[in-house]
């Protein structure tokens, strides 16, 4: 069942931003995530300083590469297997129905980017996950232009996470977060939805379009991911405790904020990593650029005492090194 409203909440996080923000801002800010990482997981954040004509040269950048770049380009970044030319198994562009979702393809092409190896003398073959940034040639100001974004997009990052262990009232583990992500092995997607074809559009093929996912249900796999998407309404839908879906419409200017696997594994559960799918039924393509905030690939993420005692005393999850996670779910990602 959908739910008509949307109803997530707004987080205004510049007082975690800078050095000097006020108490009473800061306490306003963590009394408000902490009900949301509680209750649904997902929030609209504003005060990021993110400023609105950067994410709409993100998002036209990521229009145009998927609308207007020649598929012959595209294909000169695939995603490859480890081991095969430049591949990593994770980087680079995937096709329509590449990316599965639970066994079933989803209708979207994509291109992620990772954390930049530090070894600069590393050369192909390389391990999964552990190769090269495939940046598209056109358009041609998309590398700079992203780059940067992936700079600032890691100052929102580090803040959000800044605000949650405070909001944890963690005490003397305060920074937990910040010192775990530090080297994060951050991801960012730019995903390009066609509609799902539909009676209405005229371009349905075998009469049957319930089983269409534009992305299918999932979690996301680390600490935050931070989302600006296009003006799409009904897409992006979240999963609320009553079981019902949630639409996460776009708000002008707001990133949209969810935590993931790794912070329900920290607070033992506390915080759930909120189940969410995209399924895109308009009329025009829709395109959006997740940025996934990770912990260090190495970081080891177990749950921290504090949030065991508040949920009953008992470890619910073992400890994992974040690295190791990543590669399992990377791994059943694709065909
Ligand atoms: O495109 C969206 O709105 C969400 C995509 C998403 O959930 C993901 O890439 O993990
Ligand atoms: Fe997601």
């Known amino acids: 069942m959908l739910s008509t409203h949307t109803s997530l909440p707004v987080i205004d996080i510049s007082s975690f931003l800078s050095q000097d923000g006020s108490f009473t801002s800061r306490a306003e800010c963590t009394s408000k995530l902490s009900s949301a990482c509680r209750d649904v997981g997902f929030f609209y954040l504003i005060g990021h300083s993110i ?54 393809a989803d209708l979207h092409e994509a291109v992620d980017f990772y954390r930049d190896e530090d070894r600069l003398e590393v050369r192909p073959p390389y391990e999964l996950l552990h190769g090269r940034n495939l940046w598209p040639r056109t358009p041609p100001e998309l590398e700079e232009n992203l780059k940067d974004y992936v700079e600032q997009m890691k100052l929102v990052g580090t803040a959000v996470v800044r605000a949650m262990g405070a909001a944890l009232d963690l005490g003397e583990d305060e920074d937990v977060f910040v010192k775990a992500t530090r080297q994060s092995f951050w991801v960012m997607r730019m995903i390009g939805y066609p509609p799902i074809p539909n009676p209405s559009n005229g371009l349905l093929s075998n009469g049957n379009t319930d089983e269409n996912q534009s992305c299918g249900t999932h979690t996301d796999y680390g600490c935050v991911t931070l989302l600006v998407a296009d003006d799409t309404k009904e897409a992006l839908q979240v999963r609320a405790k009553d079981g019902t879906w949630i639409n996460a419409d776009p708000i002008p200017g707001a990133i949209v904020v969810n935590i993931g696997d790794m912070m329900e594994r920290w607070t033992n559960g506390l915080w759930k990593s909120t189940e969410h799918r995209v399924i895109h039924r308009g009329e025009r393509f829709r395109v959006s650029v997740p940025f996934f905030f990770e912990p260090d690939w190495n970081a080891s993420v177990a749950p921290l005492q504090k949030c065991v005692k508040e949920t009953g005393g008992k470890s619910e999850y073992g400890g994992i090194r974040y690295g190791d996670h990543l590669t399992a779910k990377v791994r059943g990602n694709f065909y």
Not at 54 to 60: A, G, K, P
Not at 86 to 92: Q, V
């Open 51 to 104: 400023t609105p004509s950067t994410i709409e040269r993100v998002l036209s950048l990521a229009r145009k590469f998927f609308l207007e770049t020649p598929d012959s380009e595209k294909l000169e970044i695939s995603r490859k297997e480890p081991g095969d030319d430049y591949g990593d198994g994770a980087r680079g562009y995937q096709r329509l129905g590449e990316n599965v979702t639970m066994g079933k």
